[in-house]
């Protein structure tokens, strides 16, 4: 069997087939056979070992959710035999250190350790972080063979495994649909979109190949800088994980033939300093390509709008004047504020805005001097790069919480269902007066009213000031226009790097979700 096949894991269940692979002789004929857990055969598959590398592949029936199931693939007088398997729903967990993060770096982790042994039908594995050159056929190396969920291959190691957002979601996934879930994590630290994209979608936004080699040059100074090395330092042999596709490559590319139920991503932070500006052509392009892939690699078992879930940026530095996680969150939305949205169909976001953590302890300090891709502080190229915590907000719970909701709303369809904060529908100007009416999609709760949360601009270039909330109604926002006169240009809400304190922006739904930023 492939790498990405053991005992204890999880296949995606009806109406898809679990497409099922691995390795024999040339030229020979390999029988596949599902039994149950009494011994009797479920199903039977024959599948022909086929060249250039010698792998055979076969497409399993649609499976009821349940199991335990033992799965034999034979050849001759030899076979493998994978017990204790289960059909259920497998999500993709994949981006940088923020889904890297693991349980145990959590808030209130004693206690999520804790419970994962109650949660044995929620199965985890774990990619090991791998680059290359060329797209590969199956994974290097696997950090977490599939496993039952314990205390200690949850919380690993800072920055190892598992990721508590693939964790969390997963365990509310469970909790509500009351089935198996598979968790697969392949995810590294500090390493910005393009790696994580194959050159088809690099293309699709213009990208050149060897835009490896002119990381950073130009924002070398930048504060956030050390954001690329956030983890990296678990892998001091490597560098040049920034580089475009490499992790597509080695990460992703062998997981193809997988069935999928859906994908969630938390990833970003690293193009605040990297092609920060195209991020609204290179996510959607990532999104449309890996969701191109995993159906053509599956036979046509994942679908074809596979379910795609990610995490806005969460904040970095209180009162910075640098705009560049503002804009890449709306970047995030495809510059349409909300999703799904045309241009991301089948999508869900967990705005995170309001879960700042000025005290996470997860900085790192990381030497200038070593390979990570970086450019060193121009000044003194020996000093270290230190990189803040806060970048590490510990709550992921409400992160998975926010996911769980658009997860069961756009890849489940759960009616009625509100899984995101409230937005803006219409804006009308009362120039007489000098105020501006916004109506709300959504029963508005104000939690804050004396943050600066909402700016206008009457200029160009724009000079954004401050537009104060005069009142709040259930659906209706009202601000007033001071130092406007009667020309308004544009309006932004939450446009910052640390917009509100934990829990704390101004507006929120009554389910307590955020309203998103927008411009």
């Known amino acids: 069997f492939a790498s990405y096949y053991g005992h204890h894991m999880v296949l995606q269940k009806e109406p898809t087939g679990a497409v099922v692979w691995g390795y024999g002789e040339l030229g020979a004929t390999v029988t596949v056979v599902l039994s149950g857990d009494s011994g009797l055969v479920v199903m039977k598959k024959t599948a022909e070992v086929k060249g250039p590398s010698g792998t055979w592949t076969t497409v399993l029936d649609p499976m009821d959710r349940g199991g335990p199931y033992t799965l034999t693939a034979g050849q001759g007088s030899e076979n493998v035999t994978l017990r204790d398997i289960y059909f259920g729903d497998v999500w993709l967990c994949s981006g940088q250190s923020n889904m890297v993060m693991t349980v145990s770096q959590v ?95 690099l293309q699709a936004c213009g990208l050149p190949e060897d835009t490896g080699s002119l990381l950073f040059a130009h924002k070398q100074t930048h504060p956030l800088s ?31 033939s997988m069935t999928l139920r859906g994908v969630a991503w938390y990833q970003g932070e690293a193009n605040t300093l990297l092609h920060r500006d195209l991020y609204n052509c290179t996510f959607p392009a990532l999104v449309a390509d890996w969701r191109w892939a995993f159906h053509a690699a599956s036979a046509g078992q994942t679908q074809p709008l596979l379910p795609f879930g990610f995490v806005q940026l969460s904040t970095y530095r209180r009162q910075s004047p640098d705009s560049s996680f503002a804009r890449l969150r709306w970047h995030q939305t495809a510059d349409l504020g909300v999703v799904p949205n045309a241009r991301l169909p089948a999508t869900f976001m967990a705005v995170a805005m309001d879960l700042g953590d000025e005290r996470s302890p997860y900085g790192r300090r990381v030497s200038g001097r070593r390979d990570t891709g970086l450019k060193p502080w121009p000044t003194d190229p020996a000093t270290s790069l230190l990189f803040l915590g806060s970048i590490h907000p510990r709550d992921k719970q409400n992160v998975a919480r926010r996911l769980q909701l658009g997860a069961r709303a756009v890849a489940y369809g759960e009616k009625d269902l509100v899984f995101q904060g409230p937005y803006p529908t219409r804006a009308v100007l009362e120039v007489t007066k000098g105020l501006l009416n916004l109506t709300y999609s959504q029963e508005l709760v104000c939690r804050r009213r004396d943050i600066q949360a909402f700016e206008i601009c009457c200029s160009t270039p724009c000079g954004w000031l401050p537009a104060p909330v005069v009142a709040v109604g259930s659906h209706t926002v009202t601000l007033a226009l001071t130092g406007c006169g009667t020309l308004v240009l544009a309006l932004r809400y939450a446009w910052a790097e640390w917009p509100c304190e934990y829990q704390s922006c101004a507006l929120y739904n009554t389910g307590g979700l955020p309203a998103p930023p927008f411009l």
Request: aromatic share 12%; hydrophobic share 45%.
């Open 226 to 256: 050390p954001v690329l090395s956030s983890s990296i330092s678990q892998h001091p042999h490597l560098s040049g994980p920034q580089t475009p596709s490499v992790l597509w490559n080695a990460m992703i590319h062998p997981l193809l």
């Open 107 to 201: 808030a209130n982790a004693s206690q999520e350790l804790a419970d994962a042994a109650r949660y044995p039908y929620v199965r985890v594995f774990a990619a090991a972080p791998a680059r290359s050159e060329v797209e590969l056929e199956d994974l290097e190396r696997v950090d977490l063979p599939w496993s039952i969920p314990t205390a200690e291959n949850l919380g690993h190691g800072n920055f190892t495994y598992f990721s508590a957002v693939c964790w969390l979601l997963g365990r509310y996934l469970y909790e509500a649909l009351g089935y198996p879930i598979g968790l697969v994590e392949a995810a590294w630290g500090g390493t910005p979109i393009e790696a994580w994209s194959s050159q088809r979608a």
